[in-house]
Structure formats: structure tokens, C-alpha cells
């Protein structure tokens, strides 16, 4: 890839399943930039998992973690970052992320989101009811403001690679 300066975080935003740490990790290769997933970080300074602060703390105080850890690695040197999908619903994230970052939505389709997410049962939101019946509420809930993004990609069936290269276009 030709040499891309970038001087500010790339967010990726996007449903559950669309693919934002796999696609994040490969684009922060090409680009030779660190990689770093929010839900991760929320887990390591609350010292559990995702799903523990859903249940023993409730979905508010995980927002406010969760706003808070993204503005702080936004406000450090440039890296990848990808969001849980709820991020970005959050109009101060979306704040931050205008003022310092460039936001990417990887766009998928409902069939891609529930195949995705079907493997592995770790998101709260998921186990509430009928996956399919969730994710296409999400998708309307959350894509008209997910298209408030500075570049919308969207996220292939096939190899990740394809999906990186659109992203790189993009940019
Ligand atoms: C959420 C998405 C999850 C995680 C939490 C809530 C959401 O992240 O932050 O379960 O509100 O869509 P992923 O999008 O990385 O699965």
C-alpha cells in the first residue's frame, strides 16, 4: 500500500458481527499503527468481562465507562480503535470522534450480522431474545446515526482482506 500519513485515530463503528476488530487488527497492520478494541480495554480496568458489568452494574454505568475509555485513548497518539457497537450512539463519543478521530462504519446486511455473532454468545444484548429479531431492531435504531460516519464501508462475506481494501480506499 502506498505510504498513508495519518494523524488521527481511525474509529471503527458498526453492529455487533459487522467485523470492526478483525478488520480493525488488519488495517492497523497496513498502516503500521497500534490496534486497540474498546470492550477490551473497558474489561481490563474494570476487571471483568462485558458481560459481568451488563449484570452486576447495568448497561448505564457500562456507557459511561465506555465513553470514558474512548476519549481517553482518543485524546493519545494515533491508533485504531474499535468500538462495541453502542459507542457511537453515545453524542459525546460522537463529539470526541469528530473533534480527533476519523469514524469508518462497516455496513453489513442482518443475514451477515446474525451469522457472525452466532458462533460465540458473549454480547449481552444478543441473549435477551431472538438474535435475528434484536440485530434487525439495532439496524434500525442505530444505522440512521451510524451514517453520521466520515466513511461507510461495506463489510464483505468474503475474505477480510477485500473489506481492508475498501477501507484503505476510502481513506
Ligand atoms: C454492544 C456491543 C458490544 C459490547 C456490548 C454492547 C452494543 O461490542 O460493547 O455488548 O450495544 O451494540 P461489539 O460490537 O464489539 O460486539
Known amino acids: 500500500t502506498a505510504a498513508l500519513e495519518i494523524d488521527r485515530s481511525l474509529v471503527l463503528v ?3 458481527g459487522a467485523g ?3 478488520i ?4 492497523a497492520q497496513k498502516l503500521g499503527l497500534p490496534f486497540v478494541d474498546a470492550d477490551n480495554e473497558i474489561e481490563k480496568a474494570a476487571g471483568c468481562s462485558i458481560a459481568d458489568i451488563f449484570e452486576t452494574r447495568g448497561e448505564e454505568e457500562f456507557r459511561e465507562g465506555e465513553r470514558r475509555v474512548i476519549a481517553r485513548l482518543l485524546d493519545g497518539p494515533p491508533i485504531v480503535l474499535a468500538t462495541g457497537g453502542g459507542a457511537f450512539m453515545d453524542p459525546h463519543t460522537r463529539e470526541k470522534v469528530k473533534e480527533c478521530g476519523i469514524s ?9 450480522l446474525v ?10 444484548l444478543l441473549n435477551k431474545g431472538n438474535p435475528r429479531q434484536i440485530l434487525r431492531n ?5 444505522y440512521p ?12 462475506n468474503g475474505p477480510p482482506e477485500e473489506t481492508v481494501k475498501l ?5
Open 14 to 16: 458498526g453492529l455487533m
Open 20 to 22: 470492526k476488530s478483525c
Open 24 to 27: 480493525g487488527r488488519k488495517l
Open 104 to 112: 469508518i462504519w462497516l455496513r453489513a446486511d442482518l443475514d451477515l
Open 115 to 124: 451469522r457472525r455473532t452466532a458462533k460465540r454468545n458473549h454480547r449481552p
Open 138 to 142: 439495532l439496524i434500525q435504531k442505530r
Open 145 to 156: 446515526t451510524y451514517n453520521e460516519a466520515e466513511i461507510v464501508v461495506d463489510s464483505q
Open 167 to 171: 477501507a484503505l480506499e476510502g481513506l
